[in-house]
């Protein structure tokens, strides 16, 4: 409680004080107390502000925290989706609603090339076109319908190998109408595409949807009889003159 050094009355404020020895005293300046008080209240202030300063920091951070811990959860969600950077999401579990089994086949200059295992597999992925075996099997098995092409399965092929390497030379993984690893045509080579024997200008477009090996239309669940019976097959040659 400030006091009148005059008079010796008790105040609440000092703004009261001041202005009773305005009054009462005639002291002028008597009265620095209203701006010592905004001082003290702008120190008080001052504090809360640093106060409130650290506390947005720790928001800050909390917020941070919060952001990284969510991001990486969120990444986990997310990432069996996202990862290897397939072209298709990943199916953790082999997707067995569609499952279709084409059979392809690749020459190049009379010589059968061995199309790799894996395809389509790495930890925790399964593309929905892959490869078990090297016995040129395609396994179409998707959570869903739609549509895969012949393009599909050589993008996935170049995405699980990047190359693809027969009589010591490394390939590009492309196909189209003119085009298989690289083997283009020209005035003495071409590249064929042969469906159930026939040739066929479908090229990378050509659905395998239809192309079961075991024959017949899409087949859906259950097991499959393996080995297949002989169904439709899908052969690309690179020929020469
Ligand atoms: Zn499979
Ligand atoms: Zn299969």
């Not at 593309?127 to 895969?148: C, V």
């Not at 159930?196 to 859906?220: C, F, H, M, Q, R």
Request: charged share 15%.
């Amino acid at each position: 409680m400030p006091l009148c050094d005059v008079c010796g009355r008790e105040f609440n404020t000092e703004v009261a004080l001041g202005q009773h020895k305005k009054d009462k005293h005639g002291d002028s300046q008597a009265s620095p107390a209203p701006a010592q008080e905004a001082k003290a209240q702008s120190a008080g202030s001052g504090k809360r502000r640093t106060l409130r300063r650290r506390n947005d920091h720790r928001v800050a951070i909390s917020i941070v925290a919060i952001g990284l811990v969510g991001g990486i959860g969120l990444y986990f969600v997310i990432a069996p989706a996202l990862q290897n950077n397939f072209t298709f999401p990943c199916n953790s579990t082999e997707g067995t609603f569609m499952h279709v089994h084409p059979y392809l086949r690749i020459q190049v200059g009379g010589q059968n090339l061995t199309i790799p295992a894996g395809v389509g597999i790495k930890t925790g992925c399964f593309e929905p076109l892959h490869t078990h075996a090297t016995d040129g099997i395609i396994h179409i098995e998707s959570p869903l319908l739609r549509n895969y092409t012949l393009g599909d399965f050589f993008t996935i092929w170049r995405e699980t190998y990047g190359s693809f390497s027969f009589n010591g030379t490394s390939h590009p993984i492309e196909f189209n109408q003119t085009d298989i690893f690289g083997l283009r045509n020209d005035s003495t080579h071409r590249v064929v595409l042969l469906v159930d024997g026939v040739e066929s200008t479908k090229g990378a477009g050509l659905n395998l949807d239809t192309l079961d090996y075991l024959a017949g239309p899409i087949w859906e669940g259950g097991s499959a009889p393996y080995p297949y019976g002989t169904g439709h097959t899908v052969v690309i040659e690179y020929l020469g003159s």
